[in-house]
């Protein structure tokens, strides 16, 4: 596609439920990262990828978070046992090249609402 | 982790003003980027200097470096109301990234 994309847009669920959110990076981009911004605060890392590999999982808060890319493109942040604290906005971004030594490309994010 | 940080936290100006943004950083860097976010939108990549570089143009834009202090600066010249956004530096090495607070630029039309 033409961006990042990210689905869904929103999200509210209930405590306890699971969710998975989607981003679909830019076509051929190499790298796919996570982070998480709440509101007045810059985003948070979470976690990032090249091609289909985790190489960083340190930013996740907790093991309820888990990510994946299996096929090196779409990639996943899924949240188990969803708690209120989890409530923010979700943002992924894609790079063409391995690590942040160029642009990133942030989609639209996911709010997620844990009710 | 390595993190920028902004300042001033929050800067207010007219419409025609220049705007001047700094950052500090802690760690050894490949490069420092710049973003901006709108209220309610998406993170934009404004700019990205290399360690090797001391300043960089992009239309309105100039980004400065100073590795010895650990330091970058943002200059947005004859700014816009549609400039109103936070402003992010990003220094980036070989760990773990965070986006710092921001400066948070309001121009007054």
């Known amino acids: 596609g033409a961006g990042v994309s990210q689905s869904p847009r929103y999200k509210v669920t209930k405590r306890g439920q699971d969710v998975a959110l989607r981003c679909d990076p830019i076509?051929?981009?190499?790298?796919l990262y996570w982070y998480r911004q709440a509101l007045g605060q810059g985003p948070e890392f979470l976690t990032y990828f090249n091609y289909e590999a985790q190489q960083d999982k340190s930013g996740l808060p907790n093991d309820r978070f888990s990510a994946e890319r299996p096929e090196g493109s779409i990639s996943t942040l899924t949240i188990q046992r969803t708690e209120q604290r989890d409530s923010a906005m979700y943002r992924c971004?894609?790079?063409?090249?391995?690590?942040?030594?160029?642009?990133?490309?942030f989609g639209q994010g996911t709010r997620l609402t844990v009710v | 982790s390595q993190q920028g940080e902004e300042d001033p936290q929050a800067l207010s100006i007219q419409e025609g003003e220049n705007a001047t943004m700094n950052c500090s950083y802690k760690?050894?860097?490949?490069?420092l980027q710049w973003y901006r976010q709108n209220s309610g939108r998406g993170l934009v990549h404004l700019i990205l200097i290399r360690s090797n570089e001391r300043e960089k143009h992009s239309g309105r834009l100039r980004v400065t470096l100073d590795t010895s202090k650990k330091s970058s600066s943002l200059l947005i010249t004859a700014s816009r109301a549609a400039d109103t956004a936070s402003y992010f530096c990003v220094p980036l090495g070989y760990q773990k990234v965070t986006f710092g607070i921001g400066t948070k630029l309001q121009v007054i039309p």
């Open positions: 076509s051929g981009h190499v790298s």
């Open positions: 760690t050894s860097i490949n490069n």
């Open positions: 971004a894609s790079s063409s090249q391995q690590g942040l030594n160029t642009e990133a490309f």
